[in-house]
């Protein structure tokens, strides 16, 4: 893969980012970059054809699946009143009715205000590593000099 900053050919060993855009960088355009992961390549077995590949890590966050019940509990646990849990974190009582019915996905931040008033885990923070081939995308800028560079893959 070439560094899309100074093109480097083959030269690009880093995914960074700059002002959000995100790129495939050399080592030497990387420096002061914020990296965020790394080029690699996956070879077919069967092939051996080579593909060049971006990996990197993606932080997601997700509110666990039976919260309703996780805040009902907790609260019963501590005989809130839901009126004066909503008035303690500072949210409407309908609200967070609706959340412990499930009818309503509570915000991260509102799952936030939660965990830390009734001590349970409400938000999952997990790191998943992303890896995507970069010929998907370039197909889209296509361009007479991509025709040029094809032969050299
Ligand atoms: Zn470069």
């Known amino acids: 893969m070439d ?3 100074c093109g480097r050919k083959d030269g690009a060993m880093f995914y ?11 080592g030497n355009c990387s420096r002061g ?6 080029i690699g390549s996956v070879i077919d077995e069967r092939t051996k054809v080579s593909t060049p590949t971006i990996e990197f890590k993606e932080k997601e966050t997700e509110i666990v699946d039976n919260y309703g019940k996780i805040i009902k ?3 019963m646990h501590r005989m809130l009143e839901l009126k004066d849990l909503a008035k303690q974190i500072n949210e409407n009582e309908a609200y967070l009715k609706h959340i412990e019915n499930e009818k309503i996905m509570p915000t991260i931040k509102t799952a936030k ?3 830390k008033e009734l001590g349970i885990k409400l938000v999952n923070e997990s ?3 992303v890896s995507e081939t970069n010929t998907i995308t370039k197909k889209e800028n296509f361009s007479l000099q991509d025709t040029m560079e094809k032969d050299d893959e």
């Open 3 to 5: 560094c899309e900053i």
């Open 73 to 75: 509990d907790a609260r």
């Open 16 to 26: 960074i980012s700059i002002e959000g855009a995100r790129m495939s960088a050399c």
């Open 113 to 115: 205000k939660l965990e």
């Open 33 to 38: 970059a914020q990296i965020i992961g790394k």
């Open 127 to 129: 790191t998943v590593i």
